[in-house]
């Protein structure tokens, strides 16, 4: 079976401070992996998917993340924050089931920017 | 066009009502989803259509009932609804080929309200 879990549930920081988002795997094989940001009473918009080819991924609005195998994880950073990156972000690992690509999400973290 | 659209955006139904959602992709895409999104909550699966064939559902109840009418369009018949239900339903699009490039794009969901 495959899940994430988010360690924290909410993370606090001041504009133009860096970024800290936490997310550790459990997977019996190379996990397909991906980090989803969600502005309020919005839709999913995908950040960055980890493919294998590199094991530092870079996304959109200038986040990354990096898989560590050794540790299970793949957090999500960026150097300094913005006031509008205040939202919910969820680490989601994928698997196929039956000819379907099941993907399944963590509990999300709420990413609190402080001016 | 890498878009996802979902129709309406918001939606007031009382328990009797019958009314449906509609979601659209022209990206393709071979593989549909519908998910249900609490407040402060993760999405959870619902249905998942693989070649307009119904290949997953979540034990759903039978007041959700879907349809994939062609390859682009994904509907959600809704009938005697409970407050309960009452959440954002998130329509999702992938290629659904089966290779490792795999990743969900996301509409901006309908907003339900069950009165």
């Known amino acids: 079976a495959q899940s994430v879990t988010q360690l924290d549930s909410h993370v606090s920081v001041s504009e133009g401070t860096p970024v800290l988002l936490r997310c550790n795997y459990s997977?019996?094989?190379?996990?397909?992996l991906f980090w989803y940001v969600q502005h309020p009473n919005k839709g999913l918009q995908l950040l960055l998917k980890?493919?294998?080819?590199?094991?530092l991924v870079k996304g959109i609005n200038g986040f990354e993340a990096e898989f560590k195998k050794s540790e299970t994880s793949f957090h999500l950073t960026k150097p300094s924050a913005h006031m509008s990156d205040a939202a919910e972000y969820f680490c989601?690992?994928?698997?196929?089931?039956?000819?379907?690509?099941?993907?399944?999400f963590g509990r999300g973290t709420s990413l609190i920017v402080h001016p | 066009d890498t878009e996802v659209t979902q129709t309406p955006k918001h939606l007031v139904m009382g328990m009797t009502n019958k009314k449906s959602l509609k979601c659209e992709q022209h990206?393709?895409?071979?593989?549909m989803y519908w998910y249900k999104q609490k407040a402060k909550k993760p999405p959870e699966l619902m249905f998942v259509?693989?070649?307009?064939?119904?290949?997953i559902n979540e034990s759903v109840p039978s007041r959700f009932s879907p349809e994939c009418p062609n390859s682009s369009l994904l509907n959600l018949h809704l009938h005697a609804l409970q407050p309960e239900d009452s959440a954002l339903y998130l329509c999702?699009?992938?290629?659904?080929?089966?290779?490792?490039?795999?990743?969900?794009?996301f509409g901006s969901g309908t907003q339900l309200s069950v009165l």
């Open positions: 997977s019996s094989y190379s996990p397909s």
């Open positions: 999702a699009s992938s290629q659904g080929r089966g290779d490792s490039n795999e990743k969900l794009f």
């Open positions: 980890y493919t294998s080819a590199a094991t």
């Open positions: 989601v690992v994928g698997r196929w089931s039956g000819g379907s690509y099941i993907p399944t």
């Open positions: 259509y693989s070649y307009e064939k119904l290949s």
């Open positions: 990206m393709g895409h071979r593989a």
